[in-house]
């Protein structure tokens, strides 16, 4: 939980906030497949297309713009999706150009964007294209976000936390989460400001959740109208891709994985190649699309008989039926995570894909589908990531004596640290220990004089002592550990506050709580802070000055 102090009215509402780059490596949270990308490993080189770097979004553009011929379908459908919300959106008519491109992420369509991480990608996005800008002026770049309105893992979505209390919603709809209307969400709107009180920042975010939960019939338009209120003024488009007009350019390769079963193909091969190194992120099925109607995502599945059916559904179909089907009703076939990224690359005139860690490792399981349809590979970029130590936190780790590279290494070893050198008796026989083995050497000595073989147990001796010395080493530890209590628990404290649940804290923590703690502006604050080809796990620590 952050405590900047910017609840207290009494405080600077805009803390001050000193930053500090880790890599990534460092933090010791990220997959050694993202980190032998970011090291440009050559052995990763043909899973990728080209790396991020201001040089190659030049040959990225040329390579994309040979290919993308929807700007104008891809414009009707966004007219079409901001017109349900009311809002209007310059960058829809930007994407009419041929020389605008977009750079993408997306999320799913978290409750409130649930974890802060969400805000993340966005503002790499923001950043990577401001910075484009300045490389390319012939050109100009669209920051796009993706909701991810099909997935149907609805309790990922369906809760938020702010200050350590956990808003969740309990919708009992199924299906396509995107799709589900917002009933009942009046009442988290009450829980939220009940908890939040009186204040102008709290005032904000509860005006911010009713006007998009409970002016909205739905999910996908709700959150379109939040991420466009927070991130109106950075010309964010956001796009859902659960759209007729958009799918039905999917159609022909739709119909090649109905009868060819084409992705599952390329993706086992690829992950054949890469399971020699790296674990495998995702597994393909042999058709990877759901059928999407109602409150049904299901999958489907071609049975031995040729005929198509829903899993866990009465609904069934002969081949030239389904197809008949697709070409009647495309918005009724929703790719997976296997050909969502496919999808994506064919609607928009996408350079680049910003994503986290684990997401990024499945795109690696992907070029070979994109090779197979000719369709440009987007460049992968890994988000920054944001790690806030407020003001209590640094008091603690001052106290402790320890610094911000301390907190990426092991707890058990810091607090043994701390321990060692906090104890009035020296906790280690490592005097003694020594003072053992000379005596054994001695030992030996004599006893091979005696019969040779015998050194084998003289050997077996000085283990079982050296383990003897160990376990005593614990106890004093443990004794120790008991004394100083109080170091313990403020080392749990400082732990708690930047590794909720054992993970980084964006996973945790939401956009409100850190709106809440550095006020206005906060979102320009931290965009400063991101470095687009070049990201890095970034530290914001609050001073008192």
């Known amino acids: 939980m952050l405590n900047f102090g910017a609840m207290n009215p009494t405080s600077d509402p805009h803390p001050t906030l000193s930053k500090q780059g880790f890599s990534f490596r460092e933090t010791g949270f990220f997959g050694q497949i993202i980190l032998d ?69 997306g999320h799913q369509v978290c409750l409130f964007t649930g974890p802060a991480y969400f805000i993340w990608k966005i503002l790499t996005a923001i950043r990577t294209c401001k910075a484009l800008d300045e490389s390319y002026p012939d050109s100009e770049f669209v920051p796009v976000f993706w909701m991810a309105t099909e997935d149907h893992d609805f ?11 956990r808003f969740e919603w309990e919708s009992g709809q199924g299906g396509a989460v995107g799709r589900m209307e917002t009933t009942g ?10 908890f939040l009180g009186v204040g102008y920042q709290s005032g904000e975010l509860n005006k ?12 996908a338009d709700a959150t379109r109208y939040l991420v466009h209120s927070l991130f109106a003024d950075y010309g964010v488009v956001v796009i859902d891709g659960d759209d007729p007009t958009l799918k039905r350019l999917m159609v022909p390769i739709f119909k090649d994985e109905l009868l060819n079963e084409t992705s599952s193909k390329a993706v086992r091969s690829t992950s054949e190649q890469l399971s020699a190194t790296y674990s495998q992120q995702v597994s393909p099925r042999e058709i990877n699309l759901f059928y999407l109607e109602g409150n049904i995502r299901s999958r489907i599945e071609r049975e031995a008989d040729g005929t198509f059916t829903v899993v866990n559904t009465a609904l069934k179909w002969p081949e030239s039926e389904i197809l ?31 994503g986290g860690g684990g997401e990024l490792a499945y795109w690696f399981q992907l070029k070979e589908i994109f090779d ?118 403020k080392l749990d404290k ?24 550095l006020g206005d502006g906060y979102l320009n604050r931290i ?12 530290l914001l620590a609050s001073s008192a000055d």
């Open 37 to 105: 990308y970011l090291d440009d490993k050559p052995e990763l080189k043909p899973f990728y297309g080209l790396r991020s770097s201001a040089a190659n979004f030049g040959k990225q553009v040329q390579l994309k713009g040979d290919s993308y011929q929807h700007r104008n379908v891809l414009h009707t459908a966004l007219k079409e999706q901001y017109g349900r919300s009311g809002i209007k959106c310059p960058g829809i008519d930007k994407l009419l150009k041929s020389n605008i491109y977009a750079v993408t992420t």
């Open 155 to 165: 309790e990922e979505a369906n809760h938020f936390n702010v200050h350590g209390k």
């Open 185 to 194: 969400l009046d009442e988290i709107a009450e829980e939220l400001e009940e």
């Open 208 to 219: 911010l959740f009713r006007d998009a939960y409970l002016k909205h019939n739905n999910i």
């Open 324 to 354: 008949m089907l697709l070409d009647d009703h495309p918005e009724r076939f929703s790719p997976n995570v296997i050909l969502r990224p496919l999808y994506q690359e064919v609607i928009l005139p996408n350079l680049a894909y910003v």
């Open 372 to 489: 197979n349809y000719g369709v440009s590979f987007p460049i992968l970029m890994l988000r920054n990531s944001v790690e806030f130590i407020d003001l209590k936190v640094q008091t603690w780790l001052n106290e402790l004596g320890l610094s911000t590279t301390d907190i990426f290494k092991p707890r058990i070893e810091i607090e043994n640290r701390l321990l060692l050198n906090k104890a009035e008796t020296p906790l280690r026989l490592q005097g003694q220990r020594e003072l053992m083995e000379q005596l054994f050497l001695e030992i030996e000595k004599q006893m091979i004089q005696v019969d040779p073989n015998l050194s084998r147990s003289i050997k077996s001796g000085f283990v079982k002592a050296e383990k003897i010395l160990a376990s005593l080493e614990k106890k004093m530890l443990r004794s120790e550990r008991r004394k100083q209590a109080e170091l313990t628990e």
């Open 494 to 517: 400082i732990f708690s506050a930047l590794f909720p649940g054992g993970g980084l804290q964006e996973r945790n923590v939401s956009f409100a709580e850190i709106q809440l703690e």
């Open 527 to 538: 965009l400063e802070c991101f470095l687009p080809f070049d990201p890095e796990f970034i």
